[in-house]
C-alpha cells in the first residue's frame, strides 16, 4: 500500500520562510509525479507546483518567484521550499503523487500539514 507522508508546516511570519516535504512509502514500481496542493477554509483545492520524475516543475502564478519545488527521486521524496510568505498563502498543503503500481498508475494524497502565516 502506497503512503504519503508530509511534514515541515507550522507558523510563520509573512516574510518568511516554511519548506514542507512528503515522502512516498510502501510498494510501487515509480512515480511519475509528485507536487503540492493547498486548500484554504471555504476554497477550492488548488495547484501549487508539481515536478516530474525528469523534474519539470508547473507553480502557480500566485507564488512563481516565491516557492521552489524540489524532488529526490532515490528517497522518493519531494519538498517545496516557500520563501516570502504572505497571509494568503494560509493554507492545508496537501502532497500529491501519481504513482504506478505494476502497469496503472493511480493518484495518491498525503493527509495534509498546515501552514499558517500571520501578518
Known amino acids: 500500500q502506497v503512503q504519503l507522508v508530509e511534514s515541515g508546516g507550522g507558523l510563520v511570519q509573512a516574510g518568511g520562510s516554511l519548506t514542507v516535504s512528503c515522502a512516498a512509502s510502501g510498494s510501487f514500481d515509480h512515480i511519475v509525479a509528485m507536487g503540492w496542493y493547498r486548500q484554504a477554509p471555504g476554497n477550492q483545492r488548488d495547484l501549487v507546483a508539481q515536478?516530474?520524475?525528469?523534474?519539470?516543475?508547473t507553480y502557480a502564478d500566485s507564488v512563481k518567484g516565491r516557492f521552489t519545488i524540489s524532488r529526490d527521486n532515490a528517497k522518493n521524496t519531494v519538498y517545496l521550499q516557500m520563501n516570502s510568505l504572505i497571509p494568503e498563502d494560509t493554507a492545508v498543503y496537501y502532497c500529491?503523487?501519481?504513482?504506478?503500481?505494476?502497469?496503472?498508475?493511480?493518484?495518491?494524497w498525503g493527509q495534509g500539514t498546515q501552514v499558517t502565516v500571520s501578518s
Open positions: 515536478i516530474t520524475a525528469g523534474h519539470s516543475t
Open positions: 500529491n503523487a501519481r504513482i504506478y503500481v505494476g502497469r496503472r498508475w493511480d493518484e495518491y
